[in-house]
C-alpha cells in the first residue's frame, strides 16, 4: 500500500529535458519523485514495483529521430513490455507529456500493450504548420475515463512541439470517444471550434490528450509542469496576483487519484 | 503496406541501373494517399520565391533510409512496419540492395544525402536502435545510413529542378544531389590510417615560401609568426612535426589568442598627437572591471565564462560567441554548432555550469535583396536568416535550454558576411567556480567521436571569406549533433556534483590541441592519440589532434576517481575515453602508439606569438547634420517605422525557440494581452525555492558607429542596461559582456574605430559601474568579390545579465489599465545621427545618441528603486525609432489606448533644421523609458525619480488608439489595428 504521498518514478533518456520541472509539479502536488535512467530501469525493472506512477517527460529523446517518441517507445516494448503491463495492471498511473505522449503512442499504452506497433490506429505527427512551435493555448478537460481530470474545467497551458498533431480515422475518434479515451481537447477563447494558432497542430477533433480504457494511463502534447509557479502564466503582470499556475491541479488530480489506489 | 517490386523485375532493373546505386536495402517513407505532407507543403510554399512560373505543381517529402544489405527481406520488412512508417501516416516503398526504386510515373526525382564523413544523427540514433532491440549486430550500426527523397510534379525543367535542388532541398556544401537520378554512396570514409610524425620542412625556407606555406597549410600565420616559428624551430636544431605546426597556428590564431586585441597598438589622435597602448583589452574592458573590484565577480575574462554570484550558495555565468564565417557558409550547421560550441562554453565554466538559458542575435542583409545583388559564393540573405533561425532552433531546442531572447538586425553591409552571436547563461554552485589541472590526472575526452570535420576552424575563421570560402573551406563546417551533446551534459554535471573531476573545457576552435594546450598551460601533458575514438578510420595523427569535430569536452580527472567516472559515462551511453596524463615537464608531448609526433615547449607555444606595433586611427565622416525634418504626416510615419524591419515583429522567429523548457519563465520574450508585443528582456527563475530572478537583454546598434564609434559602444551598454531596468532589474547588479565583430583591423581607420568602442567600453563600465565580465572579438569580418573588400559595419554586441530582487515585482512593457498615468523618464535631445527616422528619410549624418554618463546611472538606479518599490505598471524603453515606437508597441501591446501630450516635453532651444515634433517623436536619445504608474501611485513614483528628468505626458485610454498632441503640429491619432498590422508586416518565414 503507498503511504499519504504516492511515489513517481520520471523515466528520462539520451535526449529527454523536462524531467526537473515534472519532478517539482508532482512534488508540488505532494508525491515523491526518482527520476531514473531508462538504461537503470531496464537493469532493475523492480523499481516499478516502489511506484505508483510512471511519468515519461517532454523532450527530444533520441533527437526526434526517425520520429518523435518512436527510439524510446520501440525501446520499451523490447526491454520493458511485461514489466510496464503488470504496472498498469496492477493500479499503476501513467503520465505522458509531450514527447512521454509521443512515446505512449508509440509504446501502445493508448490503445492496449498487445497491439503491435505496425498496427496502431492513432499517430502523433508532424504540425500543420510543418515547424516546431512554442505558444500557449487553452486547454477544455473532456469527460474521460481519467476521471481525475476535473470534467470541463478550462484552463491555460504552454505548447511545444513539433510533431503534435493527432491522426486518427474518424472512426477510430468515434471508438476513442465511446471508451471515454478523449481527455482533454484544445478549445477557443470563447469556446468555439478552435482553429490555429488556438488548434496549434491541426489534431483531429481539436484532441490534445487521450487516456487509455482505465483512464490510469494520460497523455498530453501540452506541458502543464510549465504552468505551475504564480509567474508562468503569459499574462500574469496583467493578471490579479495569483498563488499558483492552473497546470498544477492536473498533477493534484493524479497524485490524490495514485493515493487512493 | 511496403511495396516492393517482384523479385524478378528487381532483377532485370539491376543490369539496366547504373553501378552506383547502393548495395544496401534502401527505404523510402513518404505520406500515405490523403495524409498532409506539411514537409512537402512548406517546401512548395519556399519554391514560389523562385522564378518558376507556376512549372512546380507539388513536392512530396520522404524520409530515406540505406540498411545493411545482409540483412533478410523479413527482418528489413519487420524494420520498416515497427520502426520506420507510421502505420497511420505512412506508405513505404522498398528496394533490395543494388536495385532502382520503382518510381512513380510523372515525377521528377531530387536526392540529398550528406557527404560521406558528415554527421547524421538519424543514422546513428537509428543504427544503435536496430542493434539495443536485437534487430542488427555491433558492426552493422555505422552502416545505417540516411537520406531525403523528393518527388516533385510538374512541367519542370531541368533548370528548374537543379534550382530548386540547390536553393530549397540541400546545401551542397555537405550534401550531394542526385537529380533524377538514384545513385548513393553507401560507404564510409576511410582509407589507411597515415598515422605517425609527419616532418615539415622550414628551417631553410625564405620569405615569400614560408608565406606560402601558411597559406597553402591553412595555417593563418603572417610572416612575423612564421619566422618565430622558424627561429624557434632553428634554436631546437630540427624541422617542426605537422602535428607541432598545427598547434602553434591554432593557439597563435586571432581567433584563440585575440592578437589585435592583446597587442600593441600605436593609436594616431585627430590632432595628429599619439599613444601606446599595451593590450587594449586589458589597458580598457578588463581594466574597468579590475578598478571597480565588485565583490560579486567570481572569476572574470580567465574563464570559458564570466561568473558572478548570484544568491546564497549559487552563481551564475554568461558567455555569447559569434559564429560568423561557418554560418555564410552553412547557415543551419554553422549557427547550430554555434549555439552547441557556447553551451559547451558553459559546460566548462568553472567546474561546469548548467546552461539556463540561451540567447542569440543575427545580423543579416536585407531579406528583400535583389538576387542580382547577392555576390557570387554567398547565399540569399533570406536563406542565411532562415537556416540560421533553424539550426539554433534545432539545436537549442534539443538541448532543453530555452532560447529566451534574440534579436535580428538587417543592414546591406552584412550580405556577404552575416554575423550570428549565440550566448548561454548558466548556473553554478559558487564554490564551483575555480578549476584546476594536477600533474598526474588523466586527461579524459568526453562525449562526441573525433572525425575529420571542421579542420581548421579557428585558422578558418580568423581570415575574409572570398567568392571561394565555400569551396575551400568546407571542411571548416560541421553538423551538430545536440542529441550527443545532452548526453554529454547530463553526465558531465552528474560527474560535478559526485567530485569525479577537478578541471574541465570544452573542446572547440582548434580541437584537443587548445582543449589540452590550454590545460596544461603552467604544468605538462603528454597525450596517447591511438586512444582517441574515431568516427571512421583513415585520419592522420595531426587531423585526430586538431580536429574541431563537435560536442567533445576534456576533463582532468584524478587517478582515484578515472574508473567511476568512466562507468558513469557508460551507464548513460556517453563514450569517455581516457587519452593522456597531465605532468610537471612544461611540455606537450604528442604520442601516437610508440611514435611521439609532437613534442612542444609549453611556455613557446603560450607566449611565443610576436606582438607586432598595429596602428590605429579614426577620422570622423565628413558629412553636414541633416537636422530632423518633420514628417508630412506623423501617424504614417510612426506606422511605418514600426514596419521597418529592424523593428518589425519577429514572432515567426520566436514561436520556432522553445523559450518555456526548465519551467523558469517569468518574462517571456513576446508580452502583452495578445503575446504579440516585444518585451524588453527576458527573466528566469533559475531557482525554485528562489524568488530571485535574472534578466537577460542585449544592446547593439551598427548604425551609429560608422559615425561615432565611442558613441555607438556607450550607447549600447546603455540600451542593454535599460533593458534591464525596464523589466524590473537591478542595475547595481549587472554584468555585461562585449562582443565585437569588425572588418579588418590591419587598416588603421578600422583599428582606429575599434579603440575608440574598446575605451567607450572602459568609461561606460566605470560610470554605471558594471563590470564586463567576459567578451569575444570576432575580426576579419571582410567579404572579398574581385577586387573590391567589403567590410561589416562595426558591430558591438553589449550582452547583460541582470538580478531581479523579486520576480514578483518583474514588470512588462504592456499598458494595463486605462486611467494609468504615462510619463517618459529621461531627456530627449536633438540625437538623430543612425536614427530610424532619417534612415526612413534616406538621410545620413547627424549627432549620434550618446548616454550623459553624469546622469544616466543614478537614473536608472532611481528608477530602479521605483520598480522595486511596485510602481511600475509598465515600462517600456526607448529605442530605435524613439518614443513613437515604444508608445505604439505599449498601447497594442496592451490592446489599450494611450493620450500623450507631446508639446510637454522641454527640448530646449533645438538647432534650426529640427522639428520639434520629430525630434519629441523620433530621437534616439539614450537612458530613456515611457512607464505607465496608477494614479494613487503618483507622488511616490515622483518622489522615486526626484532629480532626474520626468515628464507626465498623459494616460492609457480605453479608446483603441495612439492619441498624440505634438508640438507645432495638429493633434493626431492612429488605430490600435494599424499599428499592429504594420507592426506585424515584416519579413515571414
Known amino acids: 500500500m503507498p503511504s499519504q504521498a504516492p511515489k513517481a518514478l520520471i523515466l528520462r533518456t539520451l535526449g529527454t529535458n523536462c524531467e526537473d520541472e515534472t519532478a517539482f509539479a508532482l512534488e508540488a502536488a505532494g508525491a515523491t519523485t526518482e527520476v531514473v535512467h531508462l538504461n537503470r530501469l531496464i537493469e532493475k525493472p523492480g523499481l516499478l514495483e516502489t511506484a505508483q506512477i510512471l511519468v515519461v517527460p517532454g523532450g527530444f529523446s533520441y533527437g526526434d529521430d526517425v520520429a518523435a517518441g518512436r527510439i524510446f517507445g520501440q525501446r520499451l516494448r523490447h526491454a520493458l513490455q511485461a514489466q510496464l503491463a503488470a504496472f498498469i495492471d496492477g493500479g499503476g498511473y501513467v503520465l505522458g507529456i509531450c514527447n512521454g505522449f509521443q512515446v505512449l503512442v508509440e509504446l501502445g499504452l493508448l490503445e492496449g500493450l498487445h497491439v503491435?506497433?505496425?498496427?496502431?490506429?492513432?499517430?502523433?505527427?508532424?504540425?500543420?504548420?510543418?515547424?516546431?512551435?512554442?505558444?500557449?493555448?487553452?486547454?477544455?478537460?473532456?469527460?474521460?475515463?481519467?476521471?481525475?481530470?476535473?470534467?470541463?474545467?478550462?484552463?491555460?497551458?504552454?505548447?511545444?512541439?513539433?510533431?503534435?498533431?493527432?491522426?486518427?480515422?474518424?472512426?477510430?475518434?468515434?471508438?476513442?470517444?465511446?471508451?471515454?479515451?478523449?481527455?482533454?481537447?484544445?478549445?477557443?477563447?470563447?469556446?468555439?471550434?478552435?482553429?490555429?494558432?488556438?488548434?496549434?497542430?491541426?489534431?483531429?477533433?481539436?484532441?490534445?490528450?487521450?487516456?487509455?480504457?482505465?483512464?490510469?494511463?494520460?497523455?498530453?502534447?501540452?506541458?502543464?509542469?510549465?504552468?505551475?509557479?504564480?509567474?508562468?502564466?503569459?499574462?500574469?503582470?496583467?493578471?490579479?496576483?495569483?498563488?499558483?499556475?492552473?497546470?498544477?491541479?492536473?498533477?493534484?488530480?493524479?497524485?490524490?487519484?495514485?493515493?487512493?489506489? | 503496406m511496403v511495396s516492393s517490386r517482384s523479385d524478378a523485375e528487381a532483377s532485370a532493373a539491376v543490369s539496366a541501373a547504373p553501378m552506383a546505386l547502393p548495395r544496401a536495402w534502401r527505404i523510402e517513407v513518404f505520406r500515405a494517399p490523403g495524409q498532409a505532407d506539411p514537409r512537402g507543403r512548406a517546401i512548395e510554399g519556399l519554391a514560389a520565391e523562385l522564378q518558376l512560373e507556376g512549372r512546380l505543381e507539388g513536392v512530396r517529402f520522404g524520409r530515406g533510409f540505406?540498411?545493411?544489405?545482409?540483412?533478410?527481406?523479413?527482418?528489413?520488412?519487420?524494420?520498416?512496419?515497427?520502426?520506420?512508417?507510421?502505420?497511420?501516416?505512412?506508405?513505404?516503398?522498398?528496394?533490395?540492395?543494388?536495385?532502382?526504386?520503382?518510381?512513380?510515373?510523372?515525377?521528377?526525382?531530387?536526392?540529398?544525402?550528406?557527404?560521406?564523413?558528415?554527421?547524421?544523427?538519424?543514422?546513428?540514433?537509428?543504427?544503435?536502435?536496430?542493434?539495443?532491440?536485437?534487430?542488427?549486430?555491433?558492426?552493422?550500426?555505422?552502416?545505417?545510413?540516411?537520406?531525403?527523397?523528393?518527388?516533385?510534379?510538374?512541367?519542370?525543367?531541368?533548370?528548374?529542378?537543379?534550382?530548386?535542388?540547390?536553393?530549397?532541398?540541400?546545401?551542397?556544401?555537405?550534401?550531394?544531389?542526385?537529380?533524377?537520378?538514384?545513385?548513393?554512396?553507401?560507404?564510409?570514409?576511410?582509407?589507411?590510417?597515415?598515422?605517425?610524425?609527419?616532418?615539415?620542412?622550414?628551417?631553410?625556407?625564405?620569405?615569400?615560401?614560408?608565406?606560402?606555406?601558411?597559406?597553402?597549410?591553412?595555417?593563418?600565420?603572417?610572416?612575423?609568426?612564421?619566422?618565430?616559428?622558424?627561429?624557434?624551430?632553428?634554436?631546437?636544431?630540427?624541422?617542426?612535426?605537422?602535428?607541432?605546426?598545427?598547434?602553434?597556428?591554432?593557439?597563435?590564431?586571432?581567433?584563440?589568442?585575440?592578437?589585435?586585441?592583446?597587442?600593441?597598438?600605436?593609436?594616431?589622435?585627430?590632432?595628429?598627437?599619439?599613444?601606446?597602448?599595451?593590450?587594449?583589452?586589458?589597458?580598457?574592458?578588463?581594466?574597468?572591471?579590475?578598478?571597480?573590484?565588485?565583490?560579486?565577480?567570481?572569476?572574470?575574462?580567465?574563464?570559458?565564462?564570466?561568473?558572478?554570484?548570484?544568491?546564497?550558495?549559487?552563481?551564475?555565468?554568461?558567455?555569447?560567441?559569434?559564429?560568423?564565417?561557418?554560418?555564410?557558409?552553412?547557415?543551419?550547421?554553422?549557427?547550430?554548432?554555434?549555439?552547441?560550441?557556447?553551451?559547451?562554453?558553459?559546460?566548462?565554466?568553472?567546474?561546469?555550469?548548467?546552461?539556463?538559458?540561451?540567447?542569440?542575435?543575427?545580423?543579416?542583409?536585407?531579406?528583400?535583396?535583389?538576387?542580382?545583388?547577392?555576390?557570387?559564393?554567398?547565399?540569399?540573405?533570406?536563406?542565411?536568416?532562415?537556416?540560421?533561425?533553424?539550426?539554433?532552433?534545432?539545436?537549442?531546442?534539443?538541448?532543453?535550454?530555452?532560447?529566451?531572447?534574440?534579436?535580428?538586425?538587417?543592414?546591406?553591409?552584412?550580405?556577404?558576411?552575416?554575423?550570428?552571436?549565440?550566448?548561454?547563461?548558466?548556473?553554478?554552485?559558487?564554490?564551483?567556480?575555480?578549476?584546476?589541472?594536477?600533474?598526474?590526472?588523466?586527461?579524459?575526452?568526453?562525449?562526441?567521436?573525433?572525425?575529420?570535420?571542421?579542420?581548421?576552424?579557428?585558422?578558418?575563421?580568423s581570415i575574409e571569406l572570398s567568392e571561394h570560402s565555400e569551396t575551400e573551406s568546407s571542411h571548416a563546417v560541421q553538423i551538430g549533433d545536440p542529441i550527443t551533446e545532452k548526453g554529454v551534459l547530463d553526465v558531465l554535471l552528474a560527474a560535478r556534483d559526485a567530485g569525479l573531476y577537478r578541471g574541465v573545457t570544452d573542446c572547440g576552435a582548434g580541437g584537443f590541441s587548445s582543449a589540452v594546450g590550454e590545460m596544461a598551460e603552467g604544468t605538462g601533458a603528454e597525450v596517447w592519440l591511438e586512444r582517441v575514438p574515431l568516427k571512421y578510420p583513415g585520419l592522420t595523427s595531426h587531423e585526430v589532434w586538431i580536429s574541431e569535430a563537435q560536442e567533445r569536452m576534456v576533463l582532468s580527472v584524478p587517478p582515484d576517481k578515472l574508473e567511476a567516472l568512466l562507468e558513469l559515462c557508460a551507464a548513460e551511453d556517453v563514450e569517455a575515453v581516457e587519452i593522456g596524463r597531465f605532468n610537471d615537464s612544461g611540455r606537450l608531448v604528442l604520442k601516437d602508439g610508440e611514435e611521439t609526433v609532437g613534442d612542444m615547449d609549453l611556455e613557446f607555444l603560450h607566449d611565443g606569438t610576436p606582438r607586432p606595433t598595429r596602428h590605429a586611427r579614426w577620422t570622423p565622416p565628413e558629412l553636414p547634420d541633416p537636422g530632423c525634418p518633420a514628417a508630412a504626416d506623423p501617424s504614417k510615419a510612426i506606422v511605418a517605422l514600426l514596419g521597418a524591419p529592424n523593428v518589425a515583429s519577429r514572432e515567426w522567429i520566436i514561436r520556432q525557440y522553445d523559450h518555456e523548457v526548465q519551467g523558469g519563465s517569468v518574462l517571456k520574450p513576446l508580452v502583452g494581452e495578445r503575446s504579440d508585443a516585444p518585451g524588453d528582456g527576458a527573466i528566469v527563475q533559475p531557482l525554485r525555492h528562489s524568488r530571485r530572478g535574472l534578466s537577460i537583454t542585449c544592446g547593439a546598434n551598427p548604425l551609429y558607429g560608422r559615425l561615432d564609434p565611442y558613441a555607438m559602444a556607450l550607447a549600447g551598454i546603455d540600451e542593454a542596461l535599460r533593458n534591464a531596468v525596464a523589466v524590473g532589474a537591478d542595475p547595481d547588479q549587472a554584468a555585461i559582456l562585449d562582443n565585437f565583430s569588425w572588418g579588418n583591423c590591419d587598416r588603421p581607420e578600422m583599428l582606429g574605430a575599434l579603440v575608440l568602442a574598446a575605451e567607450a567600453c572602459q568609461d561606460g563600465a566605470l560610470a554605471y559601474r558594471t563590470p564586463f565580465i567576459s567578451g569575444k572579438d570576432s575580426l576579419n569580418n571582410e567579404y572579398r568579390v574581385g577586387d573590391q573588400v567589403h567590410s561589416i559595419p562595426h558591430t558591438l554586441l553589449i550582452s547583460c545579465m541582470a538580478q531581479v530582487p523579486d520576480v514578483a515585482r518583474a514588470v512588462s512593457m504592456d499598458a494595463k489599465q486605462a486611467g494609468n498615468v504615462i510619463y517618459q523618464v529621461g531627456a530627449t535631445h536633438p540625437e538623430l545621427g543612425g536614427s530610424h527616422w532619417l534612415q526612413e528619410l534616406g538621410l545620413d549624418g547627424g549627432t549620434v545618441p550618446r548616454p550623459d554618463l553624469e546622469t544616466a546611472p543614478a537614473l536608472l538606479r532611481a528608477l530602479h528603486a521605483a520598480a522595486a518599490a511596485g510602481k511600475l505598471r509598465a515600462c517600456h524603453d526607448l529605442s530605435e525609432g524613439g518614443l513613437g515606437v515604444a508608445a505604439a508597441e505599449m498601447a497594442f501591446g496592451g490592446d489599450l489606448g494611450l493620450e500623450l501630450d507631446l508639446t510637454k516635453l522641454p527640448l530646449g532651444e533645438l538647432p534650426s533644421g529640427y522639428d520639434p515634433a520629430s525630434v519629441a517623436l523620433f530621437s534616439e536619445s539614450c537612458t530613456r523609458f515611457l512607464v505607465e504608474v496608477e494614479p494613487h501611485a503618483c507622488s511616490a513614483f515622483e518622489q522615486h525619480l526626484d532629480g532626474h528628468p520626468v515628464t507626465r505626458l498623459g494616460s492609457v485610454i480605453e479608446a483603441q488608439e495612439l492619441r498624440l498632441n505634438l508640438p507645432g503640429g495638429s493633434p493626431c491619432a492612429v488605430p490600435l489595428a494599424d499599428l499592429r498590422r504594420s507592426h506585424q508586416s515584416g519579413f515571414q518565414s
Open chain 1, 116 to 261: 503491435p506497433a505496425s498496427e496502431r490506429q492513432v499517430a502523433l505527427t508532424d504540425n500543420e504548420s510543418d515547424r516546431y512551435e512554442c505558444r500557449w493555448v487553452t486547454l477544455e478537460n473532456q469527460n474521460s475515463a481519467a476521471s481525475w481530470i476535473e470534467p470541463g474545467t478550462v484552463w491555460p497551458c504552454p505548447v511545444a512541439h513539433a510533431e503534435g498533431k493527432l491522426v486518427a480515422t474518424p472512426e477510430t475518434v468515434q471508438a476513442l470517444e465511446e471508451r471515454g479515451q478523449i481527455a482533454l481537447r484544445y478549445t477557443s477563447a470563447d469556446g468555439s471550434a478552435p482553429e490555429y494558432p488556438e488548434l496549434p497542430n491541426g489534431s483531429v477533433g481539436a484532441i490534445a490528450g487521450l487516456c487509455d480504457a482505465t483512464g490510469r494511463v494520460l497523455g498530453l502534447m501540452p506541458h502543464p509542469e510549465r504552468n505551475v509557479t504564480p509567474w508562468h502564466h503569459p499574462r500574469w503582470t496583467r493578471l490579479p496576483s495569483r498563488d499558483e499556475g492552473e497546470g498544477l491541479a492536473l498533477f493534484r488530480g493524479l497524485v490524490a487519484a495514485a493515493a487512493r489506489a
Open chain 2, 66 to 461: 540505406l540498411l545493411p544489405p545482409e540483412l533478410s527481406r523479413a527482418a528489413v520488412d519487420e524494420i520498416v512496419s515497427n520502426v520506420l512508417c507510421d502505420p497511420v501516416v505512412d506508405r513505404a516503398r522498398l528496394t533490395a540492395p543494388g536495385d532502382a526504386p520503382e518510381v512513380p510515373g510523372g515525377v521528377r526525382r531530387v536526392l540529398a544525402a550528406v557527404m560521406p564523413g558528415v554527421m547524421d544523427p538519424v543514422a546513428r540514433s537509428l543504427g544503435r536502435l536496430l542493434h539495443r532491440t536485437g534487430r542488427a549486430d555491433q558492426d552493422q550500426i555505422g552502416r545505417v545510413q540516411s537520406f531525403r527523397a523528393h518527388e516533385l510534379s510538374g512541367d519542370l525543367t531541368d533548370g528548374d529542378l537543379r534550382q530548386l535542388g540547390q536553393r530549397l532541398l540541400a546545401n551542397e556544401t555537405i550534401e550531394e544531389l542526385h537529380f533524377d537520378e538514384e545513385s548513393l554512396g553507401y560507404e564510409q570514409p576511410g582509407g589507411e590510417a597515415q598515422r605517425g610524425p609527419v616532418v615539415v620542412p622550414l628551417l631553410e625556407l625564405g620569405d615569400a615560401e614560408l608565406l606560402e606555406l601558411s597559406r597553402t597549410g591553412q595555417l593563418s600565420l603572417t610572416l612575423i609568426e612564421m619566422r618565430a616559428v622558424q627561429a624557434h624551430y632553428a634554436a631546437l636544431g630540427r624541422e617542426p612535426l605537422a602535428a607541432e605546426l598545427e598547434t602553434v597556428a591554432q593557439t597563435w590564431s586571432e581567433h584563440c589568442k585575440h592578437k589585435t586585441l592583446c597587442g600593441i597598438i600605436e593609436v594616431e589622435r585627430p590632432d595628429g598627437s599619439k599613444y601606446t597602448i599595451d593590450n587594449l583589452l586589458k589597458s580598457t574592458i578588463a581594466a574597468a572591471t579590475h578598478e571597480l573590484d565588485r565583490d560579486f565577480c567570481l572569476s572574470v575574462f580567465v574563464d570559458n565564462a564570466g561568473i558572478v554570484h548570484f544568491e546564497g550558495e549559487w552563481a551564475v555565468c554568461f558567455k555569447v560567441e559569434t559564429h560568423n564565417h561557418p554560418s555564410a557558409i552553412d547557415p543551419y550547421g554553422g549557427a547550430g554548432t554555434g549555439i552547441g560550441g557556447v553551451i559547451r562554453d558553459i559546460l566548462g565554466a568553472g567546474l561546469g555550469a548548467k546552461p539556463i538559458a540561451n540567447t542569440n542575435a543575427f545580423f543579416v542583409g536585407p531579406t528583400d535583396l535583389a538576387a542580382d545583388d547577392v555576390p557570387k559564393g554567398s547565399l540569399h540573405p533570406r536563406r542565411v536568416l532562415r537556416g540560421v533561425v533553424a539550426g539554433v532552433r534545432d539545436y537549442g531546442n534539443r538541448m532543453g535550454i530555452p532560447t529566451v531572447s534574440g534579436g535580428v538586425w538587417f543592414d546591406k553591409g552584412y550580405v556577404g558576411n552575416p554575423l550570428v552571436y549565440a550566448g548561454t547563461v548558466g548556473l553554478i554552485p559558487a564554490s564551483m567556480a575555480q578549476k584546476e589541472v594536477r600533474p598526474g590526472d588523466s586527461i579524459v575526452a568526453l562525449g562526441g567521436r573525433t572525425g575529420r570535420d571542421g579542420i581548421h576552424g579557428a585558422t578558418f575563421s
